[in-house]
T-cell receptor
């Protein structure tokens, strides 16, 4: 699976949009971009995933650049409960390479 | 609650003792994964099952570790002769694998402390 690069930490004011970047310059054509987050002392929580088109769900939006070498996770109106470590993961659709390979993620701190 | 559940949530043991953790996946999920997470790091893959079959094991899974999923439902992870380096959060995830698509959903984890 392709490697990802994320900033180690970011701050965001409550109510503002949080934009979390991820670089995955070695991504291959059939690899998906997944985002998970982990609130302190809890298990990772699935947020969203995409292949090449932008995706939106009730939690967030995922913007993938046209060359697919980077992506941005957008939390449109961050709240204090969004404070967590956010992981960007690139993986093949499935088959034998089913495991998720986590990096160290971005620690997002949402402040008043 | 229809999410992944793990028991116990916390375990303190003495070095050399055996411990066993249990994971109950989301109903009808055919894949079950185990990960380990140490402080400040992201989760690391240990092993996974599709139904009863254990399909992959990481080299992190030493011979002191064994995992089972006897009826394709719940799974257990046993660590024999625990060492202080085994102290970590042990995470379970499940997914419905179908038509090359799957999304893994994680449980709350079992935090192990080996004294």
């Amino acid at each position: 699976d392709a490697k990802t690069t994320q900033p180690p930490s970011m701050d965001c004011a409550e109510g503002r949009a949080a934009n979390l970047p991820c670089n995955h310059s070695t991504i291959s054509g059939n690899e998906y971009v997944y985002w998970y987050r982990q609130i302190h002392s809890q298990g990772p929580q699935y947020i969203i995933h995409g292949l090449k088109n932008n995706e939106t769900n009730e939690m967030a939006s995922l913007i993938i650049t046209e060359d697919r070498k980077s992506s941005t996770l957008i939390l449109p109106h961050a709240t204090l409960r969004d404070t967590a470590v956010y992981y960007c993961i690139v993986r093949l659709p499935t088959g034998t390479a089913s495991k998720l390979t986590f990096g160290t993620g971005t620690r997002l701190q949402v402040t008043l | 609650d229809t999410g992944v559940s793990q028991n116990p949530r916390h375990k303190i043991t003495k070095r050399g003792q055996n411990v066993t953790f249990r994971c109950d996946p989301i109903s009808e999920h055919n894949r079950l994964y185990w990960y380990r997470q140490t402080l400040g790091q992201g989760p690391e893959f240990l092993t996974y099952f599709q139904n009863e079959a254990q399909l992959e094991k990481s080299r992190l899974l030493s011979d002191r570790f064994s995992a089972e999923r006897p009826k394709g439902s719940f799974s257990t992870l046993e660590i024999q002769r625990t060492e202080q380096g085994d102290s970590a959060m042990y995470l379970c995830a499940s997914s419905l694998f179908r038509d090359t698509k799957e999304t893994q959903y994680f449980g709350p984890g079992t935090r192990l402390l080996v004294l």
